[in-house]
């Protein structure tokens, strides 16, 4: 396991961070983008949106989902550890023999 993601759990941090460039995704379009399987993407989708995290609403036939307010601190929250732990790792390979 590499140090740099040593915090993160692969699928539910990747579905959070997939949202952050496109704020309304379909289920299918965000399982694409975060390279998880639709089925384990859904399973996640219904504990963010109990936790607060996701709106889900129809346009037409499909389903979207975007962060709420709750759901984007979250999602600023990840990118500073990810970033911290960048920096950290960087520095530490800097400073090895």
Not at 32 to 41: L, P, T, W
Not at 50 to 61: D, H, N, S
């Amino acid at each position: 396991m590499k140090k740099d993601n040593f915090f993160f759990v692969r699928a539910p941090y990747y579905v959070i961070t997939s949202l952050r460039e496109n704020e309304e995704l379909c289920i299918w379009e965000l399982a694409r983008k975060s390279g998880i399987q639709y089925a384990y993407v859904h399973k996640l989708l219904e504990k963010f949106l109990e936790a607060g995290l996701i709106e889900v609403y129809k346009k037409g036939r499909k389903c979207y989902i975007s962060l709420t307010e709750r759901g984007k601190e979250v999602r600023k929250l990840l990118n500073k550890i990810e970033s911290f732990l960048r920096v950290e790792n960087k520095n530490e390979k800097e400073g090895a023999i």
